[in-house]
Nanobody
Framework: QLVESGGGLVQAGGSLRLTCTAS????????MGWYRQAPGKQRELVAI????????YADSVKGRFTISRDNANKNTVYLQMNSLKPDDTSVYYC????????WGEGTLVTVSS
């Protein structure tokens, strides 16, 4: 099970931090990541962090978003989103990968102009 939190409404230029915690049947996580899906568009990768700490970002968020894992609880991942733009408006989903992919239910981020 993945539980996401931190979405909401923010003005352009503002910041939000999303949190995702994996529990239950999720074991030996290889990577955790954030994806987003806007209305009428396909789900896309935003950022991912591996168990070894390697990160990867979509070009559209590089320099503005930062993904990190909690040092005390490796099953928790954060997405710090700065300098938000209206184009960042989407439902943001957390994914954890062990032997399979586990998805959260999503949290809505709305950026007003």
């Amino acid at each position: 099970q993945l539980v996401e939190s931190g979405g909401g409404l923010v003005q352009a230029g503002g910041s939000l931090r999303l949190t995702c915690t994996a529990s239950g049947s999720v074991f030996s996580i290889n990577s955790m990541g954030w994806y987003r899906q806007a209305p009428g568009k396909q789900r896309e990768l935003v950022a991912i962090v591996t168990a070894g700490g390697r990160t990867n970002y979509a070009d559209s968020v590089k320099g503005r978003f930062t993904i990190s894992r909690d040092n005390a609880n490796k099953n928790t991942v954060y997405l710090q989103m700065n300098s938000l733009k209206p184009d960042d408006t989407s439902v943001y989903y957390c994914k954890a990968r062990d032997a399979m992919d586990h998805w959260g239910e999503g949290t809505l981020v709305t950026v007003s102009s």
